[in-house]
């Protein structure tokens, strides 16, 4: 039998890959999990992302790392929870030179974390950390994201 959330893990990826954005910035989501706790994402270097020294543009190695947290945590938690991102910083290691990846992965830890935190109504704003790394496996960049999560009113405990 398959996940449930399979066929949602499917159309999620097909629907970031023809996405103008990341067509245009060479990114390719490669892998999304169907329990859609782990996503791989490739970007190639191309003439549309390359800057001007003819590396990997910063903004498209951002924007290829942007989304994926906030859509597993949206995934996980379910409809009874908002889920956004509120802050993100990126530190630039060394440059991308060809193609990079990223991989992301949501834990039980992490989600049993977040519902307690929020149980009571109360805002959560977990930290997460995403390498990107070039072929090799050698660090680019990382990017430190904080996410907003909190139980929607309807949901909350009296």
């Known amino acids: ?3 449930p959330l399979a066929r949602r893990a499917r159309l999620l990826r097909w629907l ?4 103008p954005p ?4 060479g990114i390719r989501v490669q892998h999304i999990s169907p329990d859609m706790r782990h996503v791989k994402v490739r970007m190639k270097l191309t003439r549309w992302n390359r800057n001007y020294v003819g590396t990997q543009f910063g903004g498209s190695l951002y924007s290829m790392v942007d989304p994926f947290y906030m859509l597993l ?8 929870y908002i889920v956004w991102d509120k802050a993100a910083s990126i530190d630039f290691i060394a ?8 991989e992301f ?7 049993e974390d977040i519902r307690r935190q929020t149980a009571s109504g109360k805002k959560c704003l977990p930290r997460l950390q995403v390498d990107i790394r ?7 960049a990382r ?4 996410l907003y999560v909190r139980l929607k009113p309807q949901a909350r405990q009296a």
Do not use: C, W
């Open 73 to 80: 945590l949206m995934e996980q938690l379910g409809r009874d």
């Open 1 to 3: 039998m398959s996940h």
């Open 22 to 25: 990341y067509l245009g910035a």
């Open 16 to 19: 970031l890959n023809i996405y």
């Open 95 to 102: 440059p991308g030179k060809g193609p990079v990846f990223a």
């Open 134 to 140: 070039d072929a090799a496996g050698e660090l680019v």
């Open 143 to 146: 990017v430190d994201k904080t």
């Open 105 to 111: 992965h949501i834990d039980d830890d992490l989600l």
